[in-house]
């Protein structure tokens, strides 16, 4: 039986994923405060613009790291990892300048979406591979 290799890659990953997500959180409360807002976004553009960044943020995150680390574990290459882990972050770190804008369609959004996107893609057929190819 074949032993899996430690997702090293997608723990570093993880963690800066971690860090981003609750200095977006924390960008978040501090908008709540200022608006005093505490439930819902009450039509305030600036709230709605910082809850975007948090939650497209989290739905986003959590699901590429988890595939990342079965990728890793499957045996994909470390540089493949690192590489689709670099394009993720930096993707998403993109999305949410993106959405820190008041005119919310601008290139850093778009690129973050791409970027999410391709690293999304690539990572999933890579995954499905890895599976066929483990399954005989």
């Not at 200095?23 to 600036?46: C, N």
Request: aromatic share 6%.
């Amino acid at each position: 039986m074949q032993s899996l290799a430690q997702p090293v890659v997608s723990a570093i990953t993880a963690g800066v994923l971690i860090i981003a997500q609750m200095a977006l959180l924390w960008a978040t409360v501090l908008v709540r405060r200022r608006v005093r807002q505490s439930l819902g976004e009450a039509g305030d553009p600036a709230l709605t613009r910082a809850v975007r960044r948090h939650g497209n943020f989290a739905e986003n995150a959590a699901i590429f790291v988890a595939c990342l680390a079965l990728a890793e574990m499957l045996g994909a290459a470390r540089w493949f990892v690192a590489a689709l882990a670099a394009l993720f972050v930096l993707g998403r770190i993109a999305h949410a300048i993106g959405l820190s804008q008041t005119n919310t369609v601008n290139p850093w959004r778009v690129g973050g979406v791409i970027a999410t996107i391709t690293a999304g893609l690539i990572l999933g057929v890579r995954l499905v591979m890895l599976g066929v190819a483990h399954l005989g």
